[in-house]
């Protein structure tokens, strides 16, 4: 996290984002890949393998492998695990909340992505797994529906916190007791020729307003919640982060760019269209 200081938000050209689409696009396409292979008995080390072996047939390279000494290419975290999970051994179970989170280059430019899913689907799942992953998912949502020129960046973190305000009292009207916590220290980001670079992108209201949204302007809107806690820490790896009180976490991440035309999610496979239009947000992709 950058701090609430003078920050950055560099926008790029129209060809830079389409090379950043190239990037995002493998991204998206290697995490409905790892979705896919995301079954009861399977290790997270073969994901990871899988991945890695998908991206670089496609001419990129991962983002994360080798990233200040991370030793994957995805960062798969399960049940109580918020972020930075280490691939390796251990096996998925039918139930589990696994998020997976995928970064890959292209010429030099990034797309990062995550998603969250259940392993064996929803008829195996907790009802509080299934509303928790979707209340992140759409407050992902709700952040890219708010990043419009002429905003400031921070102010992405109160849609998202209304967002899973609103999700919570909802589940709770309708009988399912719930409560939301947005995770405390981690954050959403720029991206471009790196793929952590200023300015910082909030989950939860802030006071200040930070760097405004211009045209093409690229971040990673990234929210991650708990069913207990907000608070975290490191296991002995250096990596994994859990919740305190070990209450399962989801986490939902694209990265999106705003065009002339309107969002352009760079690491959704049909550019964020179908999310888009139905949330009655403009969709403005660039011309390949």
Same mark, same amino acid.
């Given at each position: 996290?950058?701090?609430?200081?003078?920050?950055?938000?560099?926008?790029?050209?129209?060809?830079?984002?389409?090379?950043?689409?190239?990037?995002?696009?493998?991204?998206?396409?290697?995490?409905?890949?790892?979705?896919?292979?995301?079954?009861?008995?399977?290790?997270?080390?073969?994901?990871?393998?899988?991945?890695?072996?998908?991206? =670089?047939?496609?001419?990129?390279?991962?983002?994360?492998?080798?990233?200040?000494?991370?030793?994957?290419?995805?960062?798969?975290?399960?049940?109580?695990?918020?972020?930075?999970? !280490? +691939?390796?051994?251990?096996?998925?179970?039918?139930?589990?909340?696994?998020?997976?989170?995928?970064?890959?280059?292209?010429?030099?430019?990034?797309?990062?992505?995550? !998603?969250?899913? !259940?392993?064996?689907?929803?008829?195996?799942?907790? +009802?509080?797994?299934?509303?928790?992953?979707?209340?992140?998912?759409?407050?992902?949502?709700?952040?890219?529906?708010?990043? =419009?020129?002429? =905003?400031?960046?921070?102010?992405?973190?109160?849609?998202?916190?209304?967002?899973?305000?609103?999700?919570?009292?909802?589940?709770?009207?309708?009988?399912?007791?719930?409560?939301?916590? !947005?995770?405390?220290?981690?954050?959403?980001?720029?991206?471009?020729?790196?793929?952590?670079?200023? +300015?910082?992108?909030?989950?939860?209201?802030?006071?200040?307003?930070? +760097?405004?949204?211009?045209?093409?302007?690229?971040?990673?809107?990234?929210?991650?919640?708990?069913?207990?806690?907000?608070?975290?820490?490191?296991?002995?790896?250096?990596?994994?982060?859990?919740?305190?009180?070990?209450? =399962?976490?989801?986490?939902?991440?694209?990265?999106?760019?705003?065009?002339?035309?309107?969002?352009?999610?760079?690491?959704?496979?049909?550019?964020?269209?179908?999310?888009?239009?139905?949330?009655?947000?403009?969709?403005?992709?660039?011309?390949?």
């Amino acid at each position: 996290m950058f701090g609430l200081g003078k920050e950055k938000l560099p926008v790029k050209t129209p060809e830079q984002l389409r090379l950043m689409r190239k990037a995002g696009l493998v991204v998206g396409q290697c995490l409905q890949e790892v979705r896919a292979a995301a079954v009861d008995g399977i290790s997270t080390g073969y994901l990871d393998a899988l991945a890695e072996a998908f991206i =670089r047939a496609q001419g990129a390279t991962p983002s994360f492998l080798g990233y200040q000494g991370f030793p994957g290419s995805l960062c798969i975290s399960v049940n109580e695990e918020v972020v930075h999970g !280490i +691939p390796g051994e251990r096996l998925l179970n039918n139930g589990d909340l696994v998020s997976i989170d995928c970064g890959a280059i292209v010429d030099g430019w990034h797309g990062d992505s995550a !998603i969250s899913l !259940i392993v064996g689907g929803d008829l195996n799942a907790r +009802p509080q797994d299934v509303a928790l992953s979707k209340a992140t998912h759409d407050s992902m949502w709700a952040g890219i529906g708010g990043f =419009r020129s002429g =905003r400031g960046i921070y102010e992405l973190g109160g849609d998202i916190q209304d967002s899973i305000e609103a999700s919570q009292q909802a589940m709770n009207a309708d009988g399912l007791e719930v409560a939301f916590e !947005i995770v405390d220290g981690y954050t959403g980001h720029g991206i471009g020729r790196e793929m952590h670079m200023e +300015p910082t992108v909030y989950n939860e209201r802030v006071k200040a307003k930070g +760097p405004q949204v211009r045209v093409g302007a690229t971040v990673a809107i990234e929210p991650m919640v708990t069913l207990g806690t907000y608070e975290t820490h490191e296991l002995g790896d250096d990596w994994t982060v859990v919740t305190d009180d070990g209450s =399962r976490a989801a986490h939902w991440e694209h990265t999106v760019a705003l065009t002339d035309d309107g969002l352009w999610v760079l690491t959704a496979l049909d550019g964020g269209r179908v999310e888009l239009e139905a949330r009655g947000l403009p969709f403005g992709p660039l011309a390949d």
